[in-house]
């Protein structure tokens, strides 16, 4: 899908190369993530694939046209760019902001209002609520999202992402980064994905180039990243603790506990007594209709409160992830939050089982073992 073939970067004023002598293969669906220290040449890679720089030499074919043969505006309208910063126009609405390009190629009015109010669905913000709101309104996160939903209104087969989730908070980036890798499972869109971000890498990646000095060092999965570093630089970029680093690869799903004790909103106080008591939590979730995760009743609850029935002593439950968060995601909450466990959800909060502490020190003490 993305060819580069001995491409090299020289800017004005400078004999070093920016980029040297760099080749790459990416196949059409995948993510390639460019990672390396500052000043890699990973930047200036991705701004050569829209022509915001063109190469010195050698030839960056997209599908099967060199993009030096293309017009540069009819490129970049079919390229999808996320970056940092957003981007977003203050002025426009959220909706406004989301249509730009699919404007810009003169779709119909009512196609692009369709096209515009699915994606801000996909993305998880309700066009009824958002469309009409400026970006000075939304959360970081919120923004972040529009800023996804804009690069791909077109419907873009490449999209390049620069540091996309890097402005947020770690939580809301696991989050975003979660969302992201859903949509793409969907998608399958063809993603060039800047970070200096190592960990980033390896859970976004489906291919990742490290780089340094504008030279490609090794182009390999995250698997054989972690397990076959090809040089000393591969293998201080990637770090200690390898095992660990694979828990970005293994999913919450994979490992799920379903062994665990829970009660429904009209529960009684004896049997939710009982449970918590036989429970090694010593607390019980509470399930709504279809199973929806409620919250959770723990000894001191029940202590604290009068009531008759669950619904009058459940708390509410924060230390939750979903069931396709990556290992790394569980483990970071429950540190965020304090807590031996964490309470998994599907995409509709239904209750899928827990994972504890321990389970996630079985899994890298196994991988460590097994290397």
């Keep these: ?24 293969d990416i196949k059409e669906g995948e993510v390639c993530v460019l990672v390396g220290p500052s000043g890699c040449g990973k930047t200036t890679t991705m701004k050569m694939i829209n022509r915001i720089y063109d190469p010195t030499e050698g030839r960056i074919i997209l599908g099967d046209k060199d993009i030096m043969d293309t017009n540069i505006i009819q490129l970049r309208l079919n390229i999808g760019y996320v970056i940092q910063e957003i981007g977003l126009f203050p002025h426009l609405s959220i909706e406004d902001n989301v249509a730009t390009v699919p404007r810009e190629l003169k779709w119909p009015k009512e196609k692009v209002k369709q096209r515009v109010d699915e994606l801000l669905t996909l993305v998880g913000l309700e066009p009824e609520i958002y469309g009409k709101r400026r970006p000075s309104h939304l959360s970081g996160g919120q923004r972040q999202r529009v800023g996804v939903a804009r690069a791909m209104a077109a419907d873009p087969p490449v999209m390049l992402m620069d540091e996309p989730f890097g402005a947020v908070d770690p939580i809301t980036r696991n989050r975003l980064q979660n969302e992201f890798l859903r949509l793409q499972e969907q998608l399958k869109k063809t993603i060039v994905f800047v970070t200096h971000d190592i960990d980033e890498a390896i859970k976004m990646g489906d291919k990742i180039a490290a780089m340094q000095e504008g030279r490609l060092i090794q182009y390999s999965d995250p698997d054989e990243l972690l397990s076959t570093p090809k040089n000393e630089f591969v293998a201080n970029l990637v770090g200690r ?109 239904r209750f899928k089982g827990i994972i504890t502490v321990g389970d996630i020190f079985g899994v890298v003490k196994d991988d460590a073992n097994d290397n």
Excluded at 4 to 14: D, W
Excluded at 250 to 278: C, F, G, S
Excluded at 304 to 325: F, H, M, P, S, W
């Design 1 to 24: 899908m993305i060819k580069l073939e001995n491409v090299t970067k020289i800017f004005p004023g400078s004999d070093i190369p920016a980029v040297d002598n760099l080749s790459l």
């Design 241 to 349: 603790n390898r095992s660990i680093k694979r828990l970005h690869l293994m999913h919450t799903r994979d490992v799920l506990n379903n062994d665990v004790a829970y009660v429904k909103l009209k529960t009684p106080l004896e049997e939710i007594e009982q449970k918590v008591k036989d429970s090694k939590l010593r607390a019980v979730m509470v399930l709504g209709d279809d199973n929806k995760l409620m919250g959770i009743i723990s000894k001191e609850d029940i202590k604290r409160e009068k009531g008759e029935v669950a619904a009058d002593y459940y708390q509410e439950i924060l230390n939750t992830c979903t069931d396709d968060a990556t290992l790394n995601d569980a483990l970071s909450v429950m540190l965020s939050y304090g807590e031996g466990f964490i309470a998994v959800t599907d995409g509709q909060e």
